[in-house]
């Protein structure tokens, strides 16, 4: 199984960055997948999510309107769109996979996070 993120970088503020992660070794399409950022000296936290027939996104209220994600079933990707971006979304941003049955966690995997630096 591997989860694999990429397209973090330095950016300007009001800039913006398309994350990817790139999922295999498991059924992709069967997955809820989510975004996930960690500041310095700051807890993990839910930034978006998007179930697995990406019939349904929701959004952290600090990223709502500036920030989708979305998902390709075909090439095993979500992405995360990131405009506006600002200084206070500076972290390393995690991909999520998790899957369902009868509403019960039972599998979940975790990328190994990319940098997201947004700074003047």
């Known amino acids: 199984v591997q989860v694999v993120e990429s397209g973090g970088g330095l950016v300007q503020p009001g800039g913006s960055l398309r994350l990817s992660c790139a999922a295999s070794?498991?059924?992709?399409?069967?997955?809820?997948m989510s975004w996930y950022r960690q500041a310095p000296g700051k807890e993990r936290e839910l930034v978006a999510g998007?179930?697995?027939?990406?019939?349904?996104?929701n959004y952290a209220d600090s990223v709502k309107g500036r920030f989708t994600i979305s998902r390709d079933n075909a090439k095993n990707t979500v992405y995360l769109q990131m405009n506006s971006l600002k200084p206070e979304d500076t972290a390393v941003y995690y991909c999520?996979?998790?899957?369902?049955?009868?509403?019960?966690?039972?599998?979940?995997?975790w990328g190994q996070g990319t940098q997201v630096t947004v700074s003047s």
């Open positions: 999520n996979a998790r899957y369902f049955e009868f509403l019960r966690l039972v599998d979940e995997y």
């Open positions: 070794g498991f059924t992709f399409s069967r997955y809820d």
């Open positions: 998007i179930t697995y027939t990406g019939g349904r996104t």
